[in-house]
């Protein structure tokens, strides 16, 4: 966090306006573990957890396997997106394994989706509706946080899935 607040500090204009509740979520094609490209715009129509995080934050690390539990808890009707700040691929691997992380990883070493969205702390978290429209976002990582999250998930995913 103190690494981020310093390369803020010395580039303040990287910060964008932040995406607001009703607006459509700006556009993110960013590759995963693999190198495959991974497009938000993919998962037009479900709920999406989208989430921007570094490895090595223990309140990253704890809302990850959060959404773990979320993952399996909706495998078929909720997609996580995990956006890494990290600058290699090998400890996000390791976390993944660690953590037993099964959702979309993906890698943003240039650092782009800092302005896009308007990033000032991590981790920080967009609840995409099906409708493609943004519907909450969360700075931080805290058990108000992870209920909202979870609130999210129910009210997005009918009981008939």
Known sequence: MVAMAVF??????????????????????????????????????????????????????????????????????????????????????????DLKLNYNLLMDKKLASLKQYAILSLPTSIVIGSDGKIKGVYVDYDDNVKRSIDDFARSEISPAN
């Not at 607001?20 to 094609?29: R, T």
């Not at 995080?53 to 909720?78: A, I, M, R």
């Open 8 to 97: 803020l500090a010395v580039n303040p204009c990287i910060a964008a306006e932040l995406p607001s509740v009703g607006d459509l979520p700006p556009a993110l094609a960013l590759p995963d573990l693999n190198g495959k490209i991974v497009n938000l715009s993919d998962f037009h129509g479900k709920p999406i957890v989208l989430t921007f995080f570094v490895s090595w934050s223990k309140t990253c690390k704890d809302q990850l396997g959060s959404l773990q539990e979320l993952s399996s808890k909706y495998p078929h009707n909720l997609e996580i997106i995990a956006v890494s700040l990290d600058k290699k691929v090998r400890g996000i691997r390791e976390l993944a394994g």
